[in-house]
């Protein structure tokens, strides 16, 4: 979210000015956008984890700040529940062998968080929703002791007006309320940063909104919330309302969601951003003393850190980034996939999202008029669903109408366009080979996170109860885990 926030509660003032710096900040980032040399530069990946930490009993542990003092590291920062950190690869060029160098920063990080956590008996858990974790967790003081959560908590908390709930029905179905957005930090992501020109943006962004529904039957890893079997990616529904501030179905209806896959296929860089600010209350009013015109019209490049701080509390799907660093430049920030199941999984997951998003992007001004984008939001939710047994709807060749696909078939047929387009945006083959093996190899055996952990509990559930069978499970998961075999392969 950027600045820095150290206070909880703001003036009526102090809103008005931040709502004015607001336009004012779109206005200076359209300046931007029209400026022919901003945000010029060779393509970028950077990648984000978020992680659990759990106790000797595989039970959440409420222990980051100690942690995180412990490592020392300016890769590694809190999150919002007390038994979550997050670790942040810095960006590399997209040629030559990315992957590779993501591999062994993120690698280098998680190392160093694992060591740390021993220090406190604590484990590293790699896992989209932590099975053991139980709503009871999520009682008064487990949000990360900063002030930005608990401004950010009482923000959303009062504009609300009573307890967060949370309705899902999958297999089972869950009903739970929390008096904060703890429920928010349930959940641990793997986010993947792709630098773009502004020209690409609109073509980028859009492809990644197609592609979504593909990747998420491919990377599931989410399918237990306490102790309840939900969809395969319960996160999807499990974020969208931990933080939705609506609380009956006429606001759903004239409201649109702080969690969203969007409201349509964009037309260019600027439109997420002048959306979010024309469609969202501001939360967290922070001031700078920044004139954010005065610096474009000056030759310069703004921070916009209003503009950025109100952007990050909106939690798109697929989130446009404004960065002020290197001259001023776009991101797509892809935050769809789970943490884990492990590191060779998640790079191999990092490869198909930014192979997808590249290999599509050619057909998408095409695509944008004649799809509709309200299939490819029904893809992404049938997928957190169902997973790779998911039905999407796919365009079809030019000329040929758009069709049901199931999500293994389809996928399967992607692959090939996902490693070419990244070999054409220079990355070597050689990066590649063996993480379209490993997703080739999960998507054709169906063994996907989501669908191990299921058959892990439904084996050992008859004869030690949910309960346990939950804890046996993710034992088992953190085992594997740690040793870096891709999920596919476990033995177990």
């Keep these: 979210m950027g600045l820095p926030i150290e206070r909880e509660r703001f003036t009526a003032e102090e809103f008005a000015l931040f709502t004015e ?43 980051n700040a100690a942690v995180l003092a412990l490592a020392d590291d300016p890769r590694v920062t809190l999150e919002i529940n007390r038994f979550n950190l997050e670790v942040n690869a810095p960006p590399c060029t997209l040629r030559g062998r990315p992957f590779a160098a993501l591999r062994r920063e993120l690698a280098d990080a998680l190392s160093v968080v694992q060591r740390a956590a021993e220090q406190k008996q ?10 053991t974790l139980r709503v009871a967790h999520l009682a008064e003081g487990v949000l990360s002791d900063a002030p930005r959560y608990r401004a950010l908590s009482g923000a959303l908390r009062r504009m609300r007006g009573e307890p967060f709930s949370v309705h899902i029905r999958g297999r089972e179905t869950l009903s739970a309320e929390c008096d904060d957005v703890a429920l928010e930090g349930a959940n641990a992501s793997f986010q993947v940063h792709l630098r773009s020109e502004p020209a690409s943006f609109a073509k980028l962004f859009n492809a990644a909104q197609l ?55 964009i037309r260019d860089a600027y439109e997420p951003f002048a959306e979010n600010v024309a469609l969202h209350t501001a939360l967290l009013p922070v001031l700078t003393d920044e004139d954010p015109l005065a610096v474009v019209q000056a030759g310069g490049v703004p921070r916009l850190e209003e503009l950025r701080l109100h952007h990050g509390t909106v939690w798109d799907w697929n989130r446009a980034v404004f960065d002020p660093q290197d001259g001023g430049h776009l991101r797509i920030e892809h935050r769809l996939l789970p943490s884990g199941p492990t590191l060779s999984d998640m790079v191999a997951n990092a490869a198909l999202t930014l192979g997808l998003t590249l290999g599509l992007a050619p057909r998408m001004e095409q695509l944008a008029r004649s799809f509709p984008f309200a299939a490819a939001a029904d893809n992404l939710y049938a997928a ?58 999960r998507i054709s055996s169906g063994r996907t996170g989501a669908a191990l952990q299921r058959a892990l509990v439904a084996r ?9 069978a939950l804890v046996t499970m993710l034992e088992s998961y953190l085992d594997w885990s740690a040793r870096d075999i891709p999920v596919h392969r476990w033995e177990c």
């Design 460 to 468: 050992h559930e008859p004869t030690l109860g949910r309960e346990r």
């Design 21 to 63: 710096r607001l336009s004012a900040s779109l206005e200076a980032l359209r300046a931007l956008l029209e400026r022919p040399s901003f945000g010029r530069g060779a393509p970028t990946i950077g990648a984000e984890v978020e992680m659990h930490l759990v106790d000797v009993h595989a039970e959440p542990l409420p222990e």
């Design 211 to 265: 592609a979504a529904g593909p990747l998420l039957a491919a990377t599931s890893n989410s399918p237990f919330f306490d102790a309840k079997c939900l969809w395969a990616e319960t996160r999807i529904a499990l974020f969208q309302q931990a933080v939705d501030t609506r609380v009956d179905a006429r606001e759903r209806a004239r409201l649109p969601s702080r969690v969203s896959f969007g409201r349509g296929f």
């Design 384 to 441: 957190a669903r169902h997973g790779l047994e998911a039905q999407l709807l796919w365009p079809g060749e030019p000329g040929e109408p758009a069709r049901p696909r199931s999500a293994r078939e389809l996928l399967l047929e992607l692959l090939p366009l996902a490693e070419q387009a990244l070999c054409d945006a220079g990355v070597e083959r050689s990066d590649l080979r063996e993480l379209f093996t490993c997703l080739h190899e």
């Design 122 to 131: 604590a484990r590293i858990a790699l896992i989209g929703i932590l099975p």
